[in-house]
């Protein structure tokens, strides 16, 4: 037995014909192996290189190795089995190449047609040209060349590339790899026809980890393309040139590996797109022993990954040009960035899916630039489902972000799949210019699912039409409900719906919010259009009026909300005034409500209600549904609030009016109030008061000091009235008039 011997070869006088790392044969019998033995090259001119070479019948040759870093070797051979008949084996020999020049390499080589041994589990690895043909495993007799690989690194392949081959046995459980799935193949390699085995593809495989370019591919069961960052998008993965096209493909046996990609470097105007498999002179054919195996777009799988990736070939049919690949983050994208300098496209998203996938918890802020696709434009989310029969994929609680730019339309999340819902998603808008804007909208034909709980918030910009959450499709079942849109500031000159649906489903339980019942509403805010709850029904929409407003007109909705604030909204301000000229109609009288909490009465004076007109239309309001009146069961109504008291009526007592005002007072507890000359110079008044009721309250613990006056001036330290239907009985309770030098009245009380 042969073992352990190493031959280093640093240059040569003229040929050699052979060198061995190890060399059995024997005179005297059959037998004699060879194993781990090596042969170096490091420069000069050899015929024949090989790891080990058996001449003995039954001998075999294992785990022997060929290093070729320099010089030319012709031949070369991990392990070479040469006698006639020989039984034995070549086993887990291997060939590495990573300089000098060769001809020809074979990992294993069993030479004799009347051999019946095998060759399996040899490696060939190069990095380097060869001139000819490599075989990992080769036999020319009748035993099997099986589970042999071949591994490319670089280099020209002159000739064909055989994992296994052999002259009658199996071919089985050979690989081919490509690269090594970290660096990309050096510049201009370029092979012949890769082979899985010359016999058959049953367990072959073919692993492509880098651009590559070859004749073409034949006998591979399998085909594993694995994608990293580094993969060029400029040229197909691998690339296949053979004018007679590439036959008995299985689309089923294509796999893909997208673990080692992280999205770094994704614009969020583009989808991550290879093309993986290209024949450039001839077809693809996934027709395997005359059966289609083309099944259509493919999800690949990626269990846990907030990734996605489908295949598809670019006829969606078994005979092609190419195979492509198309990816996207679809979870957890928060950095996604739309900006200036990313010029003009069609559109730009936060997540995306093309597969069903759900898209959640995603974000894309635009900047500038623009965004101008005819059905797309900004996305927090967009959801599609291209595969075969496919209707799911549901967006949630993913945002859009709008400081500048210019965009058509522009989305928290758009869901294009049939069964899909969009729950959660926001636009928030401080800038920029935007056709149309929805916190979500179902766009596909049908859409069964409903969107709901999705937001818009407006404090900037300039935006034809908004609507909190939508349904586009007339054929569309689902619902629109518990939507939201709040207006800070900005310009909308379209209409702004709550919810909204072309199809038959409910708009309803939708919230408009005016101001954030803090600030005031920035300067410039324009609401030309009609304000709707939702335009199918007014069930549960309300509208919530937190500033001083202007809008076209209201429809649709079951509760008016007015939350008054004295610090954005002094006394005698209209709150909300209408002006498109339409009478405002369907309103409900007994669900106009008023939220006192920051109304403090601050700087009223002794002579004047806290009024407010909460509502205007000169064109008219009508406080009846359905025709029937609203208004006339409870007609003025009065409710207290600490201190503080007020009545809200409409102008002309009645369901039709143009106006609701709101009247109140202080009735307890002003201890301070006062009337002088300041006062009587925004005369002459006919009253002046501490405290007063128009709701029947006990008026009590006030105190109002005169010192001046008018001879038509009544002063009251207490005031007790009644002008509600309240069954209120209305006391004075400890109430102090106090007259100074100066007052001037005509009745003190």
């Known amino acids: 037995k042969v073992e352990n011997n190493t031959l280093t070869v640093n240059g040569t006088t003229g040929t050699l014909d052979t060198a061995h790392g190890g060399w059995s044969e024997n005179n005297k019998g059959t037998t004699g192996d060879a194993e781990n033995n090596k042969l170096i090259v490091n420069g000069g001119t050899i015929t024949d290189g090989y790891g080990a070479e058996i001449k003995n019948k039954d001998g075999s040759a294992t785990e022997n190795h060929v290093e070729l870093k320099g010089g030319t070797v012709t031949n070369v051979y991990g392990a070479a089995l040469t006698a006639a008949g020989a039984t034995g084996s070549a086993k887990k020999n291997t060939v590495t190449i990573d300089g000098g020049a060769a001809l020809s390499a074979y990992g294993g080589y069993i030479k004799d047609a009347a051999a019946t041994g095998h060759a399996e589990e040899n490696e060939i690895t190069v990095k380097t040209n060869v001139g000819g043909n490599l075989y990992g495993g080769y036999t020319a007799g009748t035993g099997n060349a099986n589970g042999n690989k071949v591994t490319l690194l670089g280099g020209n392949v002159g000739g064909d590339l055989y994992a296994g081959h052999a002259q009658s046995g199996e071919t089985k459980n050979n690989t081919v790899n490509l690269g090594n799935g970290t660096d990309a193949l050096k510049s201009g390699t370029a092979m012949g026809i890769l082979h899985g085995g010359n016999k058959g593809d049953a367990g072959n495989t073919l692993n492509v980890k880098a651009n590559a370019q070859a004749k073409n591919i034949k006998n591979f069961e399998t085909l594993h393309f694995t994608l990293n960052d580094h993969i060029s998008s400029a040229s197909p993965m691998l690339e296949l040139t053979d004018a007679a096209g590439t036959k008995n493909l299985d689309w089923e046996k294509l796999t893909v590996d997208t673990r080692p990609l992280t999205g770094a470097g994704q614009k969020s105007y583009e989808a991550y797109t290879r093309t993986i498999l290209k024949n450039s002179a001839g077809k693809l054919d996934f027709n395997k022993n005359g059966t289609n195996t083309y099944t259509g777009l493919r999800e690949i799988e990626s269990a846990g990954s907030d990734f996605e990736f489908s295949l598809q070939t670019d006829t969606a049919a078994a005979v092609a040009d190419r195979v492509d690949i198309t990816g996207y983050q679809f979870r957890n994208n928060q950095g996604a960035t739309y900006e200036t300098g990313d010029g003009t496209h069609q559109a730009a998203w936060g997540g995306r899916t093309a597969i069903g996938n759900k898209v959640e918890k995603n974000k894309l802020t635009v900047k500038g630039g623009a965004l101008n696709g005819v059905n797309g434009g900004a996305y927090g989310g967009l959801v599609e489902n291209k595969k075969a029969g496919g209707t799911t994929g549901d967006a949630e609680n993913n945002t859009l972000v709008i400081e500048g730019g210019s965009i058509t339309k522009a989305f928290g999340a758009e869901v294009r799949t049939k069964d899909g819902s969009a729950t959660g998603n926001k636009v928030e808008i401080t800038g920029g210019t935007m056709d149309d804007v929805s916190g979500a909208a179902l766009t596909a034909a049908g859409a069964t699912g409903n969107a709901s709980n999705n937001e818009v918030k407006i404090s900037g910009g300039t935006i034809n039409g908004v609507v909190g959450g939508a349904l586009i499709d007339g054929g569309a079942t689902g619902n629109a409900t518990n939507n939201t849109v709040t207006v800070e500031g900005g310009t909308v000159n379209g209409d702004l719906y709550g919810g909204f649906t072309n199809g038959s489903g409910k708009t309803t339980g939708n919230t408009i919010n005016l101001g954030n019942g803090t600030d005031a509403l920035k300067s410039g805010t324009t ?112 409710e207290t609030n600490g201190n503080l008291e007020y009545v809200i009526d409409t102008d002309t007592h009645s369901a039709d009016a143009k106006k609701v005002t709101l009247s109140g007072y202080q009735f307890q507890n002003n201890t301070q109030a006062k009337y002088d000359a300041a006062d009587a110079g925004h005369g002459p008044h006919k009253e002046a008061w501490g405290g007063r009721t128009a709701i029947g309250n006990t008026v009590t613990n006030n105190t109002l000091t005169v010192t001046s006056g008018n001879a038509a001036l009544n002063v009251y330290g207490g005031l007790v009235e009644r002008w509600t239907n309240t069954r209120k009985k209305g006391d004075a309770v400890k109430n102090t008039l106090v007259l100074k030098a100066g007052s001037t009245t005509a009745n003190a009380f």
């Open 527 to 638: 609401l030309s259009g009609t304000l709707y709850g939702g335009n199918k029904d007014a069930e549960g929409n309300t509208l919530n009026v937190k500033a001083k407003a202007e809008a076209g007109n209201i429809k649709n909705f079951e509760h008016l909300n007015f939350n008054l604030n004295s610090s954005i909204m002094p006394v005698g301000s209209t709150v909300l005034k209408l002006t498109d000229g339409v009478k405002t109609k369907d309103l409900d009288w007994e669900k106009l409500e008023v939220n006192p909490k920051a109304f403090t009465g601050a700087g009223t004076k002794s002579y004047e209600a806290l009024g407010y007109t909460l509502l205007e239309n000169a064109a008219g309001l009508e406080f009846k549904k359905g025709g029937t009146d609203t208004y006339i069961a409870k007609g003025a109504r009065g």
